[in-house]
């Protein structure tokens, strides 16, 4: 009885700490997605400016260059999070299987417990 209520709050836990891990990669990508397009929007700035779009002119603004770096390393970035959190919506549909699996034992215990109960009492009357 106990055993399967510990087990089924420890996949529920599971279950909780699995979603908080995928929300947390999910704010994560769009933060980085979000700073990606204003490094976008500054780089547009400073060519603007500089009147130069090329990269490989001589005048090209080092704060562009450094801007374009930046804003690869987070698209980069938010790639190697997408692919945590495929592995991250894995886990969490594992999770809740088991969860799943723990609720059911669980039920069908709780419904052979009373019938126990009575028979007992039959066999004690």
Same mark, same amino acid.
């Given at each position: 009885? @106990?055993?399967r209520?510990?087990?089924v709050r420890l996949n529920q836990f599971q279950v909780n700490e @699995?979603?908080?891990q995928l929300d947390q990669l999910e704010t994560m990508m769009a933060e980085f997605g979000r700073k990606a397009?204003?490094?976008e929007l500054q780089i547009e700035s400073e060519e603007k400016k500089a009147n130069i779009t090329d990269l490989n002119h001589f005048a090209y603004p080092t704060f562009a260059k450094a801007a374009r770096v930046?804003?690869?390393n987070l698209l980069t970035s938010q790639?190697?999070? @997408?692919i945590q959190r495929d592995a991250a919506e894995?886990?969490?549909a594992e999770a809740e299987a088991e969860l799943s699996r723990a609720e059911m034992l669980d039920a069908r215990e709780a419904r052979t417990r009373p019938v126990e109960t009575v028979d007992r009492r039959h066999m004690i009357g």
């Open positions: 009885m @106990k055993s209520d510990n087990l @699995k979603r908080r397009a204003e490094l930046r804003r690869e790639a190697e999070l @997408k894995a886990a969490l």
